[in-house]
T-cell receptor, first 111, second 109 residues
Framework: VTQNPRYLITVTGKKLTVTCSQN?????MSWYRQDPGMGLRLIHY???????AKGEVPDGYNVSRLNQREFSLRMESAAPSQTSVYFC?????????????FGPGTRLTVL | GQNIDQPTEMTATEGAIVQINCTYQ??????LFWYQQHAGEAPTFLSY??LDGLEEKGRFSSFLSRSKGYSYLLLKELQMKDSASYLC??????????WGAGTKLIIKP
């Protein structure tokens, strides 16, 4: 699973996009944010091309599942509260035993 | 609500054994995962339990008791490279993963 960019510094109100791609033909892809002292929190997920669904903390974020491989995360107007580390993950959709594979993370700072 | 609890931080000595506990309350249960996360890196898969009992994989073992809503990760013969955070996650009735905040394990020589 790859993510771009790995590091991003922006200012309040700017629009930004983080891209994610996987080559394992996984149906399920997701975006998480990770903040100190908190567990991974699900932002949005997708169970296949053209589908998206809200997770635990979707406000302020949009996603697009462009095809089986790619799942992008957008912030239309970045806010300091969105400063965090973002992980993309993918897995096979069927069943509960399928491990998730994570991208390397995108460290975002909003000034 | 759904909740997963694990200790925030633990310290152990190189060569020793450490047990990291995880308790959970979720809407349904379809398995429990343990992941390892080194500082500044992505989580990586360690183990999966869906039935009660102990699963052993080299120096690492994971135990599950569904009736008690409890799991532990046992690390033997600790090495300095085991210094990391260990994340417990439960798959709920909708096959969504609920994550604990993680346990930071510090290994001292």
């Amino acid at each position: 699973v790859t993510q771009n960019p790995r590091y991003l510094i922006t200012v309040t109100g700017k629009k930004l996009t983080v891209t994610c791609s996987q080559n394992m033909n996984h149906e399920y892809m997701s975006w998480y944010r990770q903040d100190p002292g908190m567990g991974l929190r699900l932002i949005h997920y997708s169970v296949g091309e053209g589908t998206t669904a809200k997770g635990e903390v979707p406000d302020g974020y949009n996603v697009s599942r462009l095809n089986q491989r790619e799942f992008s995360l957008r912030m239309e107007s970045a806010a300091p509260s969105q400063t965090s580390v973002y992980f993309c993950a993918s897995r096979n959709a069927s069943g509960g035993a399928n491990e998730q594979f994570f991208g390397p993370g995108t460290r975002l700072t909003v000034l | 609500g759904q909740n997963i609890d694990q200790p925030t931080e633990m310290t152990a000595t190189e060569g020793a054994i450490v047990q990291i506990n995880c308790t959970y309350q979720t809407s349904g249960f379809n398995g429990l995962f343990w992941y390892q996360q080194h500082a500044g890196e992505a989580p990586t898969f360690l183990s999966y339990n869906v039935l009660d009992g102990l699963e052993e994989k080299g120096r690492f073992s994971s135990f599950l008791s569904r009736s008690k809503g409890y799991s532990y990760l046992l690390l033997k013969e600790l090495q300095m490279k085991d210094s990391a955070s260990y994340l417990c996650a439960v798959t709920d009735s909708n096959y969504q993963l609920i994550w604990g905040a993680g346990t930071k394990l510090i290994i001292k020589p």
